[in-house]
């Protein structure tokens, strides 16, 4: 495989074989107490009942001009993310939060928190393994609709004047 989705592949692997989880919780969160941030997820993963929380995005990646935390929640049930938004935003005293529901995401949004992301609450050790194998799992298997997509734009593009 090659082009974009293999650095997926290899970077979530790497994420997996470099990563232990002692070195994962001395990460530091580009502007973010990352203590504070993974106790506030262990309390609205319990509210919502999230088995997975997530930092993604680039706080997670650790870009400088990181300005917001975007975290993804994964549970048995969907999630009503504007109430996790909320309560995040409530415990981390920052209106700069976006949750999303990692079980109605897309294919490719889950590959990149695969990829970015940061394991901030696991109900169970090896949760966050499970979930990257999952979703680039996921993401390889509609790579096809991908293809099918960028090639029905390319076809519409050339009938153009």
């Not at 970077?11 to 530091?28: K, Q």
């Amino acid at each position: 495989m090659d082009g974009p989705e293999a650095g997926l592949y290899l970077a979530s692997e790497r994420w997996m074989v470099e990563c232990g989880a002692a070195e994962v919780s001395m990460i530091e969160i580009a502007g973010a107490d990352s203590l504070l941030l993974r106790e506030a997820a262990g309390r609205a993963a319990t509210e919502f009942g999230a088995r997975l929380v997530v930092l993604f995005g680039s706080t997670a990646r650790g870009e400088q001009n990181a300005r917001d935390l975007d975290v993804g929640m994964l549970g048995a049930l969907p999630l009503d993310a504007v109430a996790a938004t909320n309560t995040l935003t409530r415990q981390l005293g920052t209106q700069a939060v976006d949750v999303t529901d990692l079980r109605r995401a897309d294919p490719v949004l889950l590959a990149l928190v695969a990829r970015d992301g940061v394991p901030l609450y696991e109900a169970e050790p090896g949760e966050f393994s499970r979930f990257v194998s999952v979703a680039m799992r996921r993401f390889a298997d509609t790579r096809k609709f991908r293809d099918a997509q960028q090639a029905a734009r390319r076809g519409a593009g050339a009938g153009r004047p």
